[in-house]
T-cell receptor, first 111, second 116 residues
Framework: QKEVEQNSGPLSVPEGAIASLNCTYS??????FFWYRQYSGKSPELIMF??SNGDKEDGRFTAQLNKASQYVSLLIRDSQPSDSATYLC???????????WGAGTKLIIKP | SQTIHQWPATLVQPVGSPLSLECTVE??????LYWYRQAAGRGLQLLFY??????ISSEVPQNLSASRPQDRQFILSSKKLLLSDSGFYLC???????????????FGPGTRLTVL
């Protein structure tokens, strides 16, 4: 069973600090990973994707992928209250057009 | 640019009644299409996906069905709703083929279904 696991949280971070969200996956053949943000009552929106080992930066967001450890993370710098949401990690692990989804981590940024 | 529409936004239905949710995508051709359900406080459960007109793959056996009568239209149906069908229904699309980065999925606004 191919799985993506996330700590459900909530993860509480003070405003202005770095929020670190983590995700592990079971399939070593995995290819690309995606981070989505979902506000309460809304649909998920894509933040960024990563498919190469290392870091990928986009504004205040940095995605990190370590294929040897089967680990993906998302760092949010200078956290703002508007970053409070549930963050979903998803992995594309084979060629059947599907993403495997984690259950999400709830992030709370405290002013 | 591409946009995805879903309707209705909210729906309250009695147990045993039929269901029809519609999703349409604009601005792209031959997309992969997906139906997900999200129970309150839970993750996304893939229900159906489609890689072309009339091609539907089911992931979870249940009383729901899906159809794709046109390239950019995806419909989720049920003949008789159960209480357990309540949830947030999301339609998504992705680009068919292309480089790995194109496997990202883009979601519609969702339909919140309550079965009473």
């Amino acid at each position: 069973q191919k799985e993506v696991e996330q700590n459900s949280g909530p993860l509480s971070v003070p405003e202005g600090a770095i929020a670190s969200l983590n995700c592990t996956y079971s399939d070593r053949g995995s290819q690309s990973f995606f981070w989505y943000r979902q506000y309460s009552g809304k649909s998920p929106e894509l933040i960024m994707f990563i498919y190469s080992n290392g870091d990928k930066e986009d504004g205040r967001f940095t995605a990190q992928l370590n294929k040897a450890s089967q680990y993906v993370s998302l760092l949010i710098r200078d956290s703002q209250p508007s970053d409070s949401a549930t963050y979903l990690c998803a992995g594309y692990m084979d060629s059947n057009y599907q993403l495997i989804w984690g259950a999400g981590t709830k992030l709370i940024i405290k002013p | 640019s591409q946009t995805i529409h879903q309707w209705p936004a909210t729906l309250v239905q009695p147990v045993g009644s039929p269901l029809s949710l519609e999703c349409t995508v604009e601005g792209t051709s031959n997309p992969n299409l997906y139906w997900y359900r999200q129970a309150a406080g839970r993750g996304l459960q893939l229900l159906f996906y489609s890689v072309g007109i009339g091609q539907i793959s089911s992931e979870v056996p249940q009383n729901l069905s899906a159809s794709r009568p046109q390239d950019r239209q995806f419909i989720l149906s049920s003949k008789k709703l159960l209480l357990s069908d309540s949830g947030f229904y999301l339609c998504a699309w992705s680009v068919a083929g292309g480089p790995l980065s194109y496997n990202e999925q883009f979601f519609g606004p969702g339909t919140r279904l309550t079965v009473l």
